[in-house]
């Protein structure tokens, strides 16, 4: 067809033990905004890794604008007008925006030459960026910008973003937002993938939906409700969380004026932070990446002791007190990067059970490791939070990022946990699997646990969160009562409007 861009017949990835994507077959078209859509392990990945070059398929077929298409490497994608936006930026923090451009580029051109386009890209498509800003320094919208920028530079037929918005405000992405609509009325199509459904309707005008592999159909997004499309993505129906009712406890975790110096160059030092929390309630905190988040749960975790203010925890003082002691008395945490923070990637999921449950699940005698029991707790975890593996025994690494990060945050859940301090409990989780994580998080709640969420994801907090408060620089708001807020207000909190302007957006 001459409307079509990217035909895609019959693709099939295999792995040991399992099928990736499995005679996939669907068209992109001409100036089109196409979501892909699926639960996590459905092939989503593996199916953009083979259009960019990044994967080989064993069996299909791909023509890009009548011409076939099979490119070896992701150079040759690039050579062929195809671009990708990943999940994870790849991005140096020591060099500047036109330096870490130049590292995309096949044959950039001098960096003055280069500095000026990057100018005049940006600005042309509302995403301004000073090409000689260290990236160190940039937040993660402006960072975003700069992968999209290098994208661009090269005139792509077809721009792969996948989840472009799970870094930024709601402000950030309207912006984005109008930037792909003005690509788009240009000619140019993009294959879009995100969880996060209203956005799907908002945007795309066209979707496809991936289950264990298959396509299982498409749709009009802004024809159907995003539980319908979540549902054609699971095969079934599922329940929204739902926070019980009931008094709220005693404040079981509370800091005071807590500050502490940056990790690092690149990192973001926490500046007189102060909050309490009850027993059954749930504190929401957001912010837009890079603003202290991690830097906020290796504080209250006791990976990194606080030089400055106070953290009590059940009415004692454990400002100095290391991660294992406060594990030992009830405070437990489950940090935003799975790979590595959470868990260990070569290790089995029996021997990241150990990591963290070794002493709360009694799964050490007398200094030796009780496998069994071990391998027992690790099942549990998976039968209950719904991981997709082929047992306890599979590596960390092996997992997709969403079972992944279901099993880590449920083997976190199931220690029960008098505080529970998370960061991204869902991120990159499909809707079914979020509302799992959710409902898990309420539930303990429920059963007089104090939860602080931190999350990128405002919808998720004004689901499941009491009160709220944003984190901006390092430092934190006010927390308000969620009741009283609405997205707009969030947005300008998370910008560090904590006071004057959302007083105005009140009024």
Sequence with gaps: MADTLLSIRGLTKAYPGVVANDDVSFDIMKSEIHALLG??????????????????????????????????????????????????????????????????????????????????????YGLPLDPFRVVGTLSAGERQRVEIIRCLLQNPRLLIMDEPTSVLTPQEVEILFQTLNQLKSEGTSILYISHKLEEIRTLCDEATILRLGKNVGTCTPREVTARQMAEMMVGASFATPEPKAGEKGEVLLKCDHLSMPAPGAFGTPLREISLEVRAGEVLGIGGVAGNGQDELLMALSGERLAPKGTIWFKGRDVSRD???????????????????????????????????????????????IDWGKAKGFAEEVIARFDVRTPGPGVAARALSGGNLQKYVVGREILQAPDVFVVNQPTWGVDAAAAAAIRQALLDLAAKGAAIVCISQDLDELMEISDRFGALNEGRLSPTRPVAELDIEKIGLMMGGAHDMEVAHADG
């Design 39 to 124: 639960e996590n392990g459905a092939g989503k990945s593996t199916l953009v890794k083979m259009i960019f070059g990044l994967v080989k398929p064993d069996k299909g077929e791909m023509v890009l604008d009548g011409v076939a298409y099979a490119p070896g490497k992701p150079s040759d994608a690039r050579l062929s007008g195809v671009a990708m936006v990943f999940q994870h930026f790849s991005l140096f923090d020591a060099l500047d925006v036109a330096e870490n451009v130049a590292l995309g580029m096949e044959t950039p051109p001098p960096m003055r030459d280069l500095a000026r386009q990057i100018r005049e890209v940006s600005e042309n």
């Design 322 to 368: 290391g991660p294992i002691r406060r594990r030992d008395a009830g405070l437990l945490s489950g940090p935003e990067e799975r790979l590595g923070h959470a868990a260990a990637p070569n290790m089995s999921l029996t021997e990241n059970a150990v990591l963290t449950a070794a002493r709360r699940k009694r799964l050490v005698n007398n200094g030796f």
